[in-house]
């Protein structure tokens, strides 16, 4: 490789130190510059967006790392089975909501990026080629290991994710209550296989629990029952 990487543009955000991002990011903006503005013709067709940005304040010399913001004790990983910012060639990728275009400047949320961050590209974001909704991974820090502020974050945003503007809807927030206590009770992380739901009804709540859990009735995790009995949901994991 004989060309160096060209920032297109860069992050207006609010937070200027790694530690005050919040878990999942937030809202920002990004500015593009100004002889890469062709390059955004048609970017409104698109609802998310993958932006790549160039982590300037990451330590490249770093090869393992833990999650020190998750927790102090978890042991340290291969960078590369991680998504830490430190790594030999600190690019980030990440998912984001187009929230407007206001010519050069791009509004979007979730980001997790410094402002200042440069940005080296952006891509449109292709639903049936970039989500892979079966995908499974074994967290470092155990979900029942999470506080409640570090918890909570991260499934709102698998809400966001899977389910867009119903994410706030009363029903699939009281399936996140609900799922936190099953999370602390069983010890289990929500897509863990060996949990398993059945509920009555086919609605929003159907739809927090896919996207809490990973779960599908192909897998046999999710049994919906039809019946004119009270709205209920049942989560088992193995006997119990």
Not at 47 to 69: C, E, G, N
Not at 120 to 139: E, H, L, N, Q
Not at 207 to 231: E, I, K
Request: aromatic residues 4%.
């Amino acid at each position: 490789m004989n060309q160096e990487l060209v920032p297109i543009g860069r992050v207006h955000a609010p937070w200027q130190a790694t530690k005050s991002i919040p878990i999942g990011g937030g809202p920002a903006s990004i500015e593009i510059h100004q002889e890469f503005e062709p390059a955004l013709h048609g970017i409104e067709r698109a609802s998310h967006i993958v932006v790549i940005a160039y982590l300037h304040q990451a330590d490249r010399q770093v090869l393992q790392a833990s999650p020190r913001k998750l927790s102090c004790e978890a042991p340290a990983c291969g960078v590369f089975a991680t998504r830490s910012p430190a790594r030999p060639n600190p690019l980030s990728v990440t998912m984001v909501e187009l929230v407007k275009r206001d010519e050069r400047t791009l509004h979007v949320t979730p980001l997790d990026l410094l402002d200042g961050t440069p940005v080296v590209d952006i891509k449109a974001y292709s639903p049936g080629w970039d989500g892979v909704f079966a995908a499974r991974t074994i967290r470092r820090v155990a979900s029942n290991q999470l506080s409640d502020s570090h918890l909570i974050p991260i499934l709102q945003r698998d809400l966001r994710n899977h389910i867009g503007q119903y994410a706030t809807a009363k029903q699939s927030q009281a399936v996140l209550s609900a799922m936190v206590r099953v999370i602390r009770l069983f010890d289990v992380d929500p897509r863990d296989p060996n949990l398993r739901m059945d509920t009555n009804g086919c609605d929003t709540v159907i739809d927090a629990l896919m996207g809490l859990t990973g779960a599908t009735f192909a897998s046999g995790r999710l049994v919906v029952h039809s019946d004119n009995a009270p709205r209920r949901v049942r989560f088992l994991l193995g006997d119990r």
